[in-house]
């Protein structure tokens, strides 16, 4: 990380900052493909909750757990 120039990390926050203000919640329910959501248990970037509450905002969606993992 330390080797990683201060336009990569300015780029990041832009992308952040955009995927925050995005909000798709009323176009979920339109999803009709089998659709999977995949959690990673120690996750510091996004609570599983917000996983969770994705996934139940899609008719059908399954979840599952990885239990080793982070973002």
Known sequence: ?????DEWF???EGILTAVE????RPHLAAI???TM????????S???RRS?????AI????TRIHETSGH
């Open 46 to 48: 996004i609570p599983p």
């Open 10 to 12: 300015e780029g990041v």
């Open 32 to 34: 009709r493909c089998p």
């Open 59 to 62: 008719d059908g969606a399954e």
């Open 21 to 24: 203000a995005l909000d798709l």
């Open 1 to 5: 990380m330390a080797m990683l120039p």
């Open 52 to 56: 969770l509450a994705l996934a139940a």
């Open 37 to 44: 959501i995949v959690i990673a248990a120690d996750d510091q």
